[in-house]
């Protein structure tokens, strides 16, 4: 075969690649002669992916159940990927950022839509079985989500709106994950104990939270986004784009999250706890909680009226 010049030419980069990593050319150049032409299965790991699901009941249902949270943490993982590019970017262009938030944006309202796949997708018999295996675990235990709030905003803005007063930049990150606003759902609130939901959830988690705490206190996404020129702060794509990924994460996606088990846990007479024992009405329903990212850029209006509209 006739050695022409693109051909010369991307040997040339090889033999710069691999000279700089101190990699013999030729060496690697003879591992292709003997790797495998990649394939789509091979490449997604799709025989992994589609052994991952095993049910605790002999109900259907339970499969839907099970793949739904599947695909939610996989887009969280999409999530985190996009907020760990824009964080760490030392100096990001008002495009790049506005790009960042409006992909972060797009995974969140493609959670909202989807939120029919498991409030119309399975029988509420059949939820209300296979529901009871479940406990005490809880869709409170998604860390990622946690990590996502994080990666978002200021620690006082996701703290229980009842401590704010007596919290600032200075408080050790152990004390402010004590106040954060989930606390209260997996606490007695008569004596404070917290509950299995919480312990499990922390004995697991407690430590790459307070880790990705510090390491977001000045890089989260309202940090970098008050690090910007004056004039791309008043950028009104940028703007928009902050707002709707606001209101999107902590009211739109929140109702419907609300309202899918709302049709289930209230599908029965009496008082209905979720499957990890929260007051789940208060700890989701934004209106409680007031969980806002970017307080500085709703008007007071706005901010009085906080999920109250939906």
């Not at 991307?10 to 032409?37: D, R, V, Y």
């Not at 606490?187 to 299995?196: F, I, L, M, N």
Request: glycine share 4%; hydrophobic share 35%; net charge negative.
């Amino acid at each position: 075969m006739e050695i022409t010049t693109p051909i010369q030419e991307k040997i040339e980069q090889l033999e710069e690649k691999f000279k700089a990593i101190n990699q013999k050319t030729e060496t690697h150049l003879e591992g292709l002669l003997w790797s495998k032409p990649i394939t789509y299965w091979d490449y997604i790991q799709t025989d992994a992916l589609l052994n991952l699901q095993i049910q605790r009941t002999t109900l259907p249902d339970e499969m839907v159940f099970i793949m739904y949270h599947q695909v939610n943490e996989l887009l969280f993982k999409m999530i985190l990927w996009e907020i760990e590019q824009l964080c760490h970017n030392e100096a990001p262009t008002t495009p790049f950022f506005t790009e960042r938030l409006m992909r972060i944006s797009r995974y969140f309202d493609m959670l909202t839509t989807s939120f029919d796949i498991m409030g119309d997708g399975m029988e509420v018999e059949q939820y209300m079985k296979f529901r009871n295996t479940l406990t005490p675990a809880s869709g409170f235990q998604s860390a990622q989500y946690r990590l996502i709030e994080f990666a978002s905003t200021d620690l006082i803005n996701l703290i229980d709106y009842r401590f704010r007063a007596t919290i600032d930049r200075n408080t050790p990150y152990e004390h402010a994950l004590e106040h954060l606003y989930w606390q209260a759902a997996g606490k007695d609130h008569k004596t404070g104990e917290k509950s299995y939901l919480l312990k499990a959830f922390e004995a697991k988690y407690k430590g790459e939270f307070l880790r990705w705490m510090e390491e977001y206190n000045t890089i989260n996404i309202w940090q970098k986004f008050k690090q910007l020129p004056a004039e791309s702060q008043a950028d009104p794509m940028l703007v928009k784009a902050m707002r709707h990924y606001d209101y999107t994460v902590n009211v739109t996606w929140v109702m419907g999250h609300l309202n899918a088990a709302k049709k289930y846990i209230e599908s029965q007479d009496g008082p209905q706890e979720a499957t990890g024992g929260s007051d789940w009405k208060k700890y989701m329903h934004p209106k409680y909680q007031r969980r806002i990212f970017f307080p500085e850029l709703w008007s007071e209006e706005e901010l009085r009226t906080w999920g109250e509209n939906v």
